[in-house]
């Protein structure tokens, strides 16, 4: 996965700006399951908003850290306790960067 420029990422932003959370990480944690519904997520929308609430055990910075890694995704965003993840389509890429 390659680096993206910051403008790239602002646009990216901007997108995700009205998107609603579709996942929320609790007590729970990073589990195996919500790793494998944030990746197919990912390929179907790839750009996501996650919620970590705050009865997790982990910061967000941590829970984006291991999401990333494990979804192979770029973090683009933490504000507050919500993440922002983008990884581009293998199939059908929908978002086109700006160069």
């Known amino acids: 996965m390659n680096k993206l420029t910051s403008k790239q990422r602002a ?6 700006q009205t998107m609603d959370p579709i996942f929320q990480i609790g007590k729970s944690d990073v589990t195996p399951e919500i790793t494998k519904a944030i990746d197919q ?13 705050n009865n997790c055990m982990e910061e967000p910075e941590e829970v984006m850290k291991v999401l ?4 192979q995704s770029l973090p683009i965003q933490i504000i507050g306790r919500k993440i922002i993840l983008y990884r581009p389509s293998k199939d059908k890429p929908k978002i086109q960067l700006p160069k």
């Open 41 to 53: 997520a990912l390929e179907a929308r790839e750009l996501i908003k996650i919620s970590v609430l």
């Open 68 to 71: 990333s890694a494990r979804t």
């Open 11 to 16: 646009y990216l932003r901007s997108l995700a």
